[in-house]
């Protein structure tokens, strides 16, 4: 397994995941919250991400950045 270095702190990562709203690769320690939505998906979102009212509104309704970009079209045309 090759070290990389986590994208937001640049400390090295043996395990990394991937913020779905930013799609940076992130170490424990910026992952900010994690779900699992279905069976096979987690929903991953980091600190930079929660910080933004768009990025965590979306994750708390268990969305990922594509569905709330639907969403959000959705709703500006009501
Ligand atoms: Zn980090
Ligand atoms: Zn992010």
Redesign the pocket.
């Known amino acids: 397994m090759p070290i990389t270095n986590c994208e937001r702190c640049k400390r090295e990562i043996f395990r990394s995941e991937a913020?779905?709203?930013?799609?940076?690769k992130?170490c424990a320690q910026c992952e900010r919250a994690s779900q699992r939505v279905k069976k096979v998906q987690r929903l991953v979102?980091?600190r930079?991400?929660w910080g933004s009212m768009k990025?965590r509104g979306a994750y708390k309704n268990k969305m990922n950045p594509a569905q709330a970009v639907v969403a959000a079209q959705t709703k500006s045309e009501f």
């Open positions: 913020c779905d709203y930013c799609g940076k992130i979102i980091c930079t991400c990025k």
